[in-house]
T-cell receptor, first 114, second 114 residues
Framework: QKEVEQDPGPLSVPEGAIVSLNCTYS??????FMWYRQYSRKGPELLMY????GNKEDGRFTAQVDKSSKYISLFIRDSQPSDSATYLC??????????????FGRGTQLTVWP | DTAVSQTPKYLVTQMGNDKSIKCEQN?????MYWYKQDSKKFLKIMFS???????INETVPNRFSPKSPDKAHLNLHINSLELGDSAVYFC?????????????FGQGTRLTVV
């Protein structure tokens, strides 16, 4: 079992829809959670960074972490065609093998059509 | 003004050749990384350097040798290239001493071995 599981999709939604992207993980040592957006043939770009459980909002994006369920989510409100990309979750801990490296999900490919 | 830059962007070479990829960051970060992204978009860490010291060395064939001449540069040399080395290689950096290891990525080097 991979440490971080993410449904690769593809996910296709109309413009204006609310998008929900999710990851589950198995290692309880993970404390820091990130979402990256990767456009085709580009490098991953950091979208959201959260620590421990809770919610964080930034514009149209909301990240949620539920450590008790080992489940993280990214919500995109009022989705736009420019949001079409692959979204990667990533996480790390602060001890042992989880320190200093990011563990990535496989990424979910999202298409928002006008 | 590019934060993490890699060269070359594309690299096509024959099996058995030796090649290098260069990376530079101007973010003032103290830690740099090499990640490999396979054809299924899965990102996995290969190496990490903190202040020019190798701190993470994943299970990578010893044909891959990283070198960090200073904090702002991290190069990757690959000997005797094999077909299976074809992938996108990403350089990244972070500020470990600030306790934040979310990484900022370069544009990637798309390596094709023929």
């Amino acid at each position: 079992q991979k440490e971080v599981e993410q449904d690769p999709g593809p996910l296709s939604v109309p413009e204006g829809a609310i998008v929900s992207l999710n990851c589950t993980y198995s290692n309880s040592a993970f404390q820091y959670f990130m979402w990256y957006r990767q456009y085709s043939r580009k490098g991953p770009e950091l979208l959201m960074y959260t620590y421990s459980s809770g919610n964080k909002e930034d514009g149209r994006f909301t990240a949620q972490v539920d450590k008790s369920s080992k489940y993280i989510s990214l919500f995109i409100r009022d989705s736009q065609p420019s949001d079409s990309a692959t979204y990667l979750c990533a996480m790390r801990g602060d001890r042992g093998s989880t320190l200093g490296r990011l563990y990535f999900g496989r990424g979910t490919q999202l298409t928002v059509w006008p | 003004d590019t934060a993490v830059s890699q060269t070359p962007k594309y690299l096509v070479t024959q099996m058995g050749n030796d090649k290098s990829i260069k990376c530079e960051q101007n973010l003032g970060h103290d830690t740099m990384y090499w990640y490999k992204q396979d054809s299924k978009k899965f990102l996995k860490i290969m190496f990490s350097y903190n202040n020019k010291e190798l701190i993470i060395n994943e299970t990578v064939p010893n044909r891959f040798s990283p070198k960090s001449p200073d904090k702002a540069h991290l190069n990757l040399h690959i000997n005797s290239l094999e077909l299976g080395d074809s992938a996108v290689y990403f350089c990244a950096s972070s500020q470990w001493s600030a306790g934040r290891t979310e990484a900022f990525f370069g544009q990637g080097t798309r390596l094709t071995v023929v």
